[in-house]
Nanobody, 120 residues
């Protein structure tokens, strides 16, 4: 069983910053691509940023230049540094990862989500 646990969400004023963390735990052999997605009630979940195990990143156009995704492979953790936050960034943020367990089975795993609210 593999789990992803997010942390770091909260309420922040426009122009402020937050750092999200997502730690994987369980019977893990290796983790491939990891990413962050967000969802507003009534809308589809959308990609925010992804990062490969080797560090190649990809961002949604709406967050380029403001958000930075990074990971620590030794800690099985992915981060999302969010700067210059805007009210339209308000959403539930979800972590996602491709995880190989110790039996070499591949799972695509989602975290439970963490709320980010940008408001004055």
């Amino acid at each position: 069983q593999v789990q992803l646990v997010e942390s770091g969400g909260g309420l922040v004023q426009p122009g402020g910053s937050l750092r999200l963390s997502c730690a994987a735990s369980g019977s893990i052999f290796s983790i491939g691509a990891m990413g962050w997605y967000r969802q507003v009630p009534g809308n589809q979940r959308e990609l925010v940023a992804t990062i490969t195990r080797g560090g190649t990143t990809h961002y949604a156009d709406s967050v380029k230049g403001r958000f930075t995704i990074s990971r620590d492979n030794a800690k099985n953790t992915v981060y999302l540094q969010m700067n210059s936050l805007k009210p339209e960034d308000t959403a539930a943020f979800y972590c996602n990862a491709d995880v190989y367990d110790r039996s070499y089975r591949l799972y695509n795993v989602w975290g439970q989500g963490t709320q980010v609210t940008v408001s004055s």
